[in-house]
């Protein structure tokens, strides 16, 4: 079975710093793909990125990037000089195989961005 | 564009009373999902369908009654509502294995 772990709760910041959100995730699958997912005050759940197992390239876009490193089964996501928009419950998410299968969700970490 | 759209938004109801939720995407999407998100914000999958046929039914009480009546739609019937069913109900489409993209949520209150 596959597993999630976000081990923040709730990470408090100060505009302008940088924060590191944690995801480690378990799985015996060789084919598996690595989310996160955003869901903001108004509730939405706003899609932020998608890697495969065969990729670990980190990718990077605007303030946000993803370190995808799996000899340690991690996928972490760093937010570079934080916003208060920023402000959000951040969930990583598993999905494994190729075929028909479901995100397993890590019970995500509240971030509180302050001014 | 809505690429997900759920009605109602809000739910709010009496126990023992039957409803329904409607999703609809149009992004082309051959894969629908319904999750459920707790009070604690703990995001579980229910169901999901794929191409009007049901794929993944994850322990749910036969209380719930998904149908899809084409791969654009895919909608959740509550018979015999409890307290316990108060959530937010999150409908999701995708094109596997492609990410999932949600709805805006449906926040149902069981009184």
């Known amino acids: 079975a596959q597993k999630v772990t976000q081990a923040q709760t709730e990470i408090s910041v100060v505009e302008k710093e940088d924060v590191t959100l944690d995801c480690v995730y378990e799985?015996?699958?060789?084919?598996?793909?690595l989310f996160w997912y955003k869901q903001p005050p108004s509730g939405e759940l706003v899609f932020l990125i998608r890697?495969?197992?065969?990729?670990?390239q980190n990718e990077i876009s605007g303030r946000y990037s993803w370190n995808f490193q799996k000899s340690t089964s991690s996928f972490n996501f760093t937010i570079t000089a934080s916003q208060v928009v920023d402000s959000a419950v951040y969930f990583c998410?598993?999905?494994?195989?190729?075929?028909?299968?479901?995100?397993?969700f890590g019970k995500g970490t509240m971030l509180l961005v302050s001014p | 564009d809505t690429a997900v759209s759920q009605t109602p938004k809000y739910l709010v109801t009496q126990m023992g009373n039957d409803k329904s939720i409607k999703c609809e995407q149009n992004?082309?999407?051959?894969?629908m999902y319904w999750y459920k998100q707790d009070s604690k914000k703990f995001l579980k999958i229910m169901f999901s369908?794929?191409?009007?046929?049901?794929?993944i039914n994850e322990t749910v009480p036969n209380r719930f009654s998904p149908k899809s009546p084409d791969k654009a739609h895919l909608n959740l019937h509550i018979n015999s509502l409890e307290l316990g069913d108060s959530a937010v109900y999150f409908c999701?489409?995708?094109?596997?294995?492609?990410?999932?993209?949600f709805g805006p949520g449906t926040r149902l209150t069981v009184l």
């Open positions: 999701a489409s995708s094109q596997i294995p492609r990410a999932q993209y």
């Open positions: 799985t015996r699958d060789t084919t598996y793909y």
């Open positions: 890697r495969n197992s065969f990729d670990e």
């Open positions: 998410a598993l999905r494994v195989g190729s075929g028909y299968s479901t995100l397993t």
């Open positions: 992004l082309g999407h051959d894969t």
């Open positions: 369908y794929n191409n009007k046929e049901l794929i």
